[in-house]
């Protein structure tokens, strides 16, 4: 989609959550059920909409970690998280059809997270803001592009990126996967942080170099070079399948999107209105 506008692309669930977890559960509706998130998850897109009046956004959810490809491949990714309530569920539910009255594009699926979807759109564009507070999406800042922690109120460009994290975002995946993200429960080479997996990407550019040449690890002239190489010949194999994990998918089927906004569906708000008081 050729536009001389950015898109914004919203990692939608971080902000369910946050209020999930930041509003009170005494709001409830009519039938005793909690409404927390979704007001709290309303007001954050009120707000965004309001301050930046984007023409061009679409939310993406995360929908079903236990379907998702990456738990397929590594079952202990992000085992550390307790699946949500069912009365979360319900209100993740009432979020999207709030963006569809709204007339906004949105969209979850049961195998990709929201990030690949995220990563999937931001292909389709010549320049996006991805607001999140995930790292994660870093890796896909452009030149022209802005990774926007709205929280924070933080902007990262390129080379803000690269100030914050040691490296350039097409580095990023590649760092996640040596120093891990205890985050996403992806543990990473023991012994290598994200200081020492970016001094080794600046070396080395990417991963595949690096394990092509890992017998150059031990010649680098930082204290512990020899340990470092030591443990990146042990854990090679583990190394790889974490990279997998902490990569983006780009090319989801069925996912072209027009980005614009559509007329509000006043009727269907009217009923969301009602099922929430």
Not at 74 to 82: L, M, Q, T, V
Not at 181 to 205: E, S
Request: with cysteine; net charge negative; glycine share 6%.
């Amino acid at each position: 989609m050729r536009t001389p506008e950015p898109v914004w692309l919203v990692d939608a669930s971080i902000y369910v959550f946050r209020a999930w977890f930041t509003w009170p559960d005494s709001h409830k509706n009519s039938q005793g059920q909690a409404i927390n998130a979704v007001l709290g998850f309303m007001d954050f897109v009120d707000e965004l909409l309001r301050q930046e009046q984007p023409a061009l956004i679409a939310f993406a959810f995360d929908e079903s970690l236990e379907s998702a490809h990456r738990k397929v491949l590594y079952p202990d990714y992000k085992a550390n998280r307790e699946s949500a309530p069912e009365s979360l569920r319900y209100q993740f539910v009432l979020c999207r059809r709030y963006l569809r009255a709204l007339g906004i594009k949105e969209a979850a699926s049961q195998y990709y997270e929201a990030d690949d979807i995220i990563a999937t759109w931001a292909q389709q564009v010549d320049r996006f803001v991805v607001v999140s507070a995930d790292k994660d999406l870093a890796q896909l800042v452009g030149e022209q592009d802005i990774w926007y922690d709205y929280a924070r109120q933080n902007r990262l460009n390129r080379k803000a990126v690269y100030k914050k994290f040691g490296v350039y975002p097409e580095q990023i995946a590649d760092q996640l996967a040596l120093a891990g993200d205890k985050a996403d429960n992806i543990p990473g080479v023991p012994g290598i942080g994200m200081a020492t997996a970016a001094k080794l990407l600046r070396y080395f550019g990417n991963l595949d170099q690096m394990l092509a040449s890992l017998h150059q690890v031990g010649k680098m002239k930082f204290r512990g070079a020899a340990r470092i190489e030591a443990l990146l010949r042990e854990y090679q194999q583990h190394i790889l399948v974490y990279r997998q994990l902490t990569g983006l998918v780009r090319d989801i089927d069925g996912l072209a999107c027009d980005f614009g906004r559509q007329e509000p569906d006043e009727n269907e708000m009217q009923r969301l209105m009602k099922e929430i008081a």
